[in-house]
């Protein structure tokens, strides 16, 4: 991106309103006076103008104070016009509001990038230091990403727009691997050469980040804003607060309607909603064939996070890769697994209804019957054992089993072969991949 | 044990048709000629005359041989009259017959301990190396253990027969763990010294051995064999094959009865059998009182393996220490879990229903495409995955679920930390306990 889209008054008109900023004047009065003209700026360019105010001599720990308020200064431009009715405290004003924040630390992350760029030997030292510490800051960054991947993009894909969510996650994807990379890069010191060499890296990260809010403001919100009931947003709430959020939430939304999520209805590109589209997102909405999927099906077991019929549930403790036995609150044998593997504990089905303890030797009698009874008063979640069974080494975990008033319903004994992990550990971690 | 109790002139008669049978005569001829002689001599003094054979210089090496018969011998002894109508291929006969092999064994481990012991410095090397093997050969005797401890004596609890079972379990569990003891300490070279004294031991177990063989079939197997029905004796002959003979089962048990596991029946010691069953196990029998706990209740599921309401079903879940996604047939996810550790993926309400592929970046669809088709198409079974969340190292298995028959159901996405177990395996093992 260059300044040569901008006009060069507008350039110095910017340049004149941050050198205020930075000597006091409010930003509020700043945007009353200069609305008009800010409306027109492309925020993405101001981290340029930056550039240039540096090269003035203004010293970057003041541009870098400055970015609080240039957010300020161009809200308006951040926030499309049709996203104005976004209630407080809305999950889309809370994304609105990480925006802003990561918008600041994007452009911190720029002016610190640039500057290092183009440092000196013995100024790099100290400009790394601070590129590590933004870098380090924008870790929580996935924070929002993951409520778009994981809350958001369903809505969407539930109403066959399926494109542009893998496309965006493609993007915040990049933007998080490039990031991961550079924390490895900048873990120890490094030669000013380097470090030069990843601050370039640095500042085109910078950009993606700001991009990436453009596109999130300008693009994504106004159309899930046009196209998502008040329920969907309900829902999203409530899941959201499995995730979290960067900004701190003062306002909180209190939606009427109840809370609908992706499997529970139909969903469709409603005709009346067309039109408020943004047009980047209009043709992939038109054409759009809603995903017909029924989730519950006759017969299935909810069980709070989904719906399992009776032969997914026994298949699925086929195929964990641990054994399982469950005693009830009466220390009755209810269940057992049986896996794939050849079982560290064999057992059968004669053991179905006998008491706990008898499937023991007398010798351990009292250790399982202490354990028990510090789960059933709930002294205790859960205990481990580790132990040898043949040449194999086993981790045996004895687990509360409660409702969700926290009534003991059992015992549960995990048991789960760890022998490659103890006895090779360097061999396992060498397989580990970035996923 | 000595041989007071043995009259002087059994004690030559023994002696002598040892002798005979060593020099190639028949033991079933032998047996036929002083049949009513054989009948009242006790097969545990039967070690203590061997040794008598080994002072009169017999070599030992003959003497091991031999043992093979003195089993074949005093068979008549062994099982008691009251079992001779096990049919072949029966349960009991089998497990008649795995203590024949285990006396036998017993028997061998008696002579070469009690000839080590008395070793001289230098025949102690070789006669420690056939100790070591025959101790390691032991090992397997826990296939007969397990077998009565799993399958037999939750018919004796269930009919409120619980001591008996427990004093046994108690005794074989003693012998497993000197039995386990002693193979640790034989696994280097050791000095003659102590090789003599491991010996002394080895004869201690030795004898142990034996003793849980007379007492197998003197009581406890007469017992279950007044005490048990067709159809239970049926469901033990189906589960054991879950935990194998120590012997050949050449012949197959064809029950008529069907199989009928404890939980199944109110089980209860009958008037009639009260009689047969041996008078050490009468007083037991007689005032046990049967145990009426009922396993399958209403809305139970039933899973092959047991029985669990729904809300056991949910809390095992969260109870487990991985983290479970599944997505079925269609690549849609039914279910997800929530553990009670922070999760390595979140997971929300607002995936189920979702398409798996749309629950990763775009950069992993095609890892994730081509592992759901291997799995689909049947080409493997499960495939892990190791990466690191933050500062976690977790491992990803992602296994097929299928059906009995083999169908494929889904997809099952098991997550779990390895960070403890990679990055202190030493302090792991350290924790290491026998159970």
């Not at 431009?77 to 918008?103: A, F, T």
């Not at 691997?177 to 380097?194: F, I, N, Q, S, Y």
């Not at 072969?417 to 360097?426: G, I, M």
Request: proline fraction near 6%; charge should be negative; include cysteine.
């Amino acid at each position: 991106m260059t300044l040569v889209n901008m006009e060069s008054w507008k350039v110095e008109l910017v340049k004149n309103l941050l050198k205020r900023i930075h000597e006091g004047a409010d930003p509020e009065s700043l945007k009353r006076e200069f609305g008009e003209v800010l409306a027109s700026i492309n925020p993405a360019e101001i981290p340029l103008i930056e550039q240039q105010l540096v090269r003035e001599g203004v010293p970057i720990q003041e541009i870098l104070r400055m970015c609080d308020l240039h957010v300020a200064l161009f809200r308006d431009y951040l926030v499309s016009r049709e996203l104005r009715g976004v209630p407080e405290g809305h999950p889309l004003d809370l994304l609105l509001r990480e925006n802003e924040l990561i918008l600041r630390q994007a452009e911190q992350l720029g002016v610190v990038a640039n500057a290092l760029a183009r440092a000196g030997d013995e100024e790099a030292g100290p400009l790394l230091q601070q590129l590590r510490v933004l870098l380090s800051n924008l870790r929580a960054v996935r924070v929002h990403y993951r409520k778009l991947q994981m809350l958001l993009f369903p809505y969407l894909e539930r109403r066959g727009i399926v494109a542009v969510p893998r496309v965006l996650w493609g993007r915040e994807d990049q933007v998080i691997t490039k990031l991961r990379a550079l924390l490895k890069r900048v873990e120890g010191e490094l030669p000013p050469e380097e470090a030069r060499e990843v601050a370039r890296e640095a500042a085109g990260l910078a950009s993606e980040l700001a991009e990436l809010v453009f596109r999130e403001n300008k693009i994504l919100f106004p159309a899930l804003w046009a196209l998502m009931s008040e329920g969907e947003w309900a829902a999203v709430a409530e899941e959201a607060r499995k995730i979290g959020y960067l900004v701190e939430v003062k306002e909180v939304w209190g939606p009427e309607a109840e809370p609908i999520l992706p499997y529970q209805a139909e969903l469709r590109v409603e005709e009346g909603s067309l039109e408020r589209v943004p047009p980047e997102f209009r043709a992939a909405a038109a054409w759009a064939e809603p995903d017909r999927y029924k989730l519950v099906r006759e017969g299935d077991l909810s069980l709070g996070t989904g719906f399992l019929s009776p032969g997914e549930v026994k298949g699925i403790f086929r195929a964990l890769p641990v054994e399982v036995t469950f005693a009830d609150a009466s220390d009755r044998v209810r269940f057992y697994s049986e896996g794939r593997l050849p079982p560290a504990f064999v057992r059968t089905q004669t053991i179905l209804g006998r008491n706990l303890l008898y499937c023991h030797p007398p010798r351990l009698e009292r250790l399982v019957r202490e354990t028990v009874e510090s789960l059933k008063r709930g002294e205790i979640d859960y205990r481990e054992f580790w132990t040898r069974i043949d040449d194999r080494v086993v981790r045996v975990f004895i687990s509360a089993v409660r409702d969700e008033d926290g009534r003991y319903l059992g015992a549960l004994e995990v048991v789960e072969d760890f022998t490659e992990a103890l006895r090779k550990p360097e061999e396992v971690l060498k397989k580990v991949v970035v996923l």
